[in-house]
């Protein structure tokens, strides 16, 4: 299902005229309005007159999240506050939060662009859609609301908190979508069972459409399993919108990238130059409607690929694969490279243990040790030392040839890893560097 066919289904010759001219507005845009961008733009001799094919895209200079630091909280907004009707941010682990805003028409745009992802992932105006995603300054909660309300379905907007709540409202209002992180819906799967609930017979939940956090097929798989449902992702980040940037189709192999509002390039994260087509690199993203807040070349961190192969959808937007990590959460380990993806991957293969799990990493001496955490199924029993060493050597063999590197496993009991209603932890990395 289309939101607005004409722009998901433009040749790719017709969708990179249309970001060239975005991009050559845009730039005389933030040049005129943005003196951060001014002066950018003047160090690196670039005018619009300079972008003549997408790949001159590569002539200007990134952006980092440190430049939104450095210009908090509104040092980067192209507009006046008079235009701005919305503003968001994203907590950073460290120092000052990101801001973002908003005019009418990016709100306009944002709201039109969250109803493409889910149209694309089947929603309906029949459906009701329980948002479990925080509202307030995150762009999870607002950012989906207004899209799928736009479609013409029946929004639940409980917020994020109290799973029980969250369950009974699900049941009692008969919702058809869920919408929040994909651990949040293990959990919420979680917690229904041990509440009595039987998920097929007592909910009635057709799709997820789950994101904000890195998750692999392996859970993916174990979520529609769960809790009886088509599971779809979708992917943003609060500096270039929020939500909206791209989202599965029926395929749900690859998320569509608006690129009629957006240019997406991968490079090498080390070199700064483009990858070929289809091998993994950093995600730099460039707005290219934006009025609030116009980025160029965003250095996301995010780990993925893109393909412009066409898709059985019939979309032609360009792909983006679930992304399998983060530059900065890509744990050297050992001086190997190793993403917490590639752990659940292994891990959700594992007959006995539960889907949750931890990775903590320390130094001992000089070396680095990695222990995974991975919860035993309440029915996991061995009535033997010698079963569970067997049972704990395999983990440990199949973590090794994944990741070449060894890692110590130890099983934990159930439950005791923390749950959260919003992006899990999945690292904790005691290494003072
Ligand atoms: O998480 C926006 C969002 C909300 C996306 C709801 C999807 C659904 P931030 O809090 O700024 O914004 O975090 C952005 O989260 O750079 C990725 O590292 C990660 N992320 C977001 N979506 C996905 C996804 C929102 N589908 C950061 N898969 C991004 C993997 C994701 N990682």
């Not at 919702?175 to 959990?187: D, G, N, R």
């Not at 609030?292 to 070349?297: G, Q």
Request: hydrophobic share 35%.
């Amino acid at each position: 299902m289309f939101w607005n066919k004409d722009r998901e289904t433009m040749s790719r010759k017709e969708i990179e005229n249309l970001q060239v001219e975005l991009l050559k507005e845009k730039i005389e845009y933030a040049y005129n309005n943005v003196p951060f961008y001014k002066k950018k733009f003047d160090d690196f001799g670039i005018d619009k007159s300079s972008i003549k094919t997408i790949e001159d895209i590569r002539k200007l200079p990134f952006t980092t999240k440190n430049d939104f630091r450095d210009n908090y909280p509104f040092g980067l907004f192209a507009t006046d506050m008079k235009q701005i009707v919305r503003i968001h941010s994203s907590s950073g682990t460290t120092g000052k939060p990101t801001v973002v805003g908003y005019t009418k028409n990016d709100l306009e745009t944002w709201t039109n662009l969250i109803a493409r992802i889910a149209k694309a992932a089947g929603v309906t105006d029949e459906d009701i859609v329980h948002i479990a995603f925080g509202y307030g300054l995150f762009t999870g909660g607002f950012g989906l609301h207004y899209g799928l309300e736009k479609i013409g379905a029946a929004i639940v907007p409980a917020s994020s908190g109290n799973t029980k709540r969250q369950i009974m409202l699900i049941k009692d209002y008969g919702a058809t979508v869920l919408v929040c992180t994909p651990s949040y819906a293990l959990h919420i799967a979680e917690v229904a069972k041990e509440s009595g609930i039987d998920i097929e017979k007592d909910l009635k939940l057709r799709i997820g459409m789950f994101g904000a956090e890195p998750w692999s097929d392996q859970m993916r798989k174990k979520i529609e399993a769960e809790l009886n449902i088509k599971a779809y992702d979708n992917y943003g980040l609060s500096e270039i919108m929020g939500p909206g940037f791209s989202g599965e189709c029926e395929e749900q192999n690859g998320m569509h990238i608006a690129e009629d509002n957006f240019i997406a390039e991968i490079i090498n994260p080390e070199t700064d130059k483009p990858v070929k087509e289809g091998e993994y690199g950093e995600l730099v993203i460039t707005t290219l409607t934006k009025e609030a807040l116009p980025v160029f070349r965003y250095r996301t961190r995010d780990i993925t690929k893109i393909s412009t192969k066409p898709c059985s959808c019939g979309r032609t937007l360009a792909k983006m694969s679930k992304p399998i990590g983060r530059t900065d959460d890509m744990l050297i380990i050992r001086g190997v490279n190793v993403f917490p993806s590639q752990i659940e991957e292994v891990l959700f293969n594992i007959e006995g243990i539960s889907p949750h799990y931890q990775i903590v990493v320390d130094r001992k001496g000089a070396l680095d040790v990695a222990t995974v955490m991975v919860e035993a199924n309440a029915n996991l029993f061995f009535d033997e030392m010698k079963k569970q060493k067997q049972f704990l050597d395999n983990i440990n063999y199949e973590l090794k040839s994944a990741l070449g590197i060894d890692v110590s496993v130890k099983l934990v009991e159930p439950h005791s890893i923390e749950r959260s209603m919003g992006k899990a932890k999945r690292i904790i990395d005691n290494r003072k560097f």
